[in-house]
T-cell receptor, first 114, second 114 residues
Framework: EADIYQTPRYLVIGTGKKITLECSQT?????MYWYQQDPGMELHLIHY???????EKGDLSSESTVSRIRTEHFPLTLESARPSHTSQYLC?????????????FGQGTRLTVV | QQQVKQSPQSLIVQKGGISIINCAYE??????FPWYQQFPGKGPALLIA?????SEKKEGRFTISFNKSAKQFSLHIMDSQPGDSATYFC?????????????FGTGTKLQVIP
């Protein structure tokens, strides 16, 4: 069982609200990622981080922002939520010291913007 | 563009049968090919992975076949069980040491019927 946690699991929020999706891992992994996944669809990388104070945008353009002040914590923020942001958001981490690049995923946050 | 193409989109297999999911990639720089299994309401979890220096890897009922010249790889699930019903994602990544970005396929929803 991977030690990576996302909160909340489900969130329904009104348009224009600011939201922060939390992601924490206790494995000491330097690399962390945020993916966006629509139901039954593929995962799209929206943000990643090499380590503390390092953040980069992924393949899919996203209006969200991320921060990495601590190794174990990688929150994602939407300043003004819109219905187009409705999706599932998956956080993951990996250990660069390992020979392979297994990514450990959290259970996801299903966001609905009404 | 879709760098990793996966088929079929959905698959129904009788219990005890063989499930086969295929993936094709374009970027010859990819050097790590994992398969992830995702159950409803959960994040994806690594199932099995292969590097291009081998043509086949087997772990229990799960086998990856890899064809480097054709840039294709496939997942075979022998003696498929209802508990195998899930969405399967193939993936590919490149690079070593530094950031290793994982590109996912579009997913295959497998249903194993009794």
């Amino acid at each position: 069982e991977a030690d990576i946690y996302q909160t909340p699991r489900y969130l329904v929020i009104g348009t224009g609200k600011k939201i922060t999706l939390e992601c924490s891992q206790t494995m000491g992994h330097d690399k962390m990622y945020w993916y966006q996944q629509d139901p039954g669809m593929e995962l799209h990388l929206i943000h990643y981080s090499y380590g503390v104070n390092s953040t980069e945008k992924g393949d899919l353009s996203s209006e969200s922002t991320v921060s990495r002040i601590r190794t174990e914590h990688f929150p994602l923020t939407l300043e003004s939520a819109r219905p187009s942001h409705t999706s599932q958001y998956l956080c993951a981490s990996s250990d660069p010291r390992g020979g392979d690049t297994e990514a450990f995923f959290g259970q996801g946050t299903r966001l609905t913007v009404v | 563009q879709q760098q990793v193409k996966q088929s079929p989109q959905s698959l129904i297999v009788q219990k005890g049968g063989i499930s086969i999911i295929n993936c094709a990639y374009e970027n010859t720089a990819f050097d790590y090919f994992p398969w992830y299994q995702q159950f409803p309401g959960k994040g994806p979890a690594l199932l099995i992975a292969i590097r291009p220096d081998v043509s086949e890897k087997k772990e229990g009922r799960f086998t990856i076949s890899f064809n480097k010249s054709a840039k294709q790889f496939s997942l075979h699930i022998m003696d498929s069980q209802p508990g195998d019903s899930a969405t399967y994602f193939c993936a590919a990544s490149k690079g070593s040491g530094g950031y290793q970005k994982v590109t996912f396929g579009t997913g295959t929803k497998l249903q194993v019927i009794p």
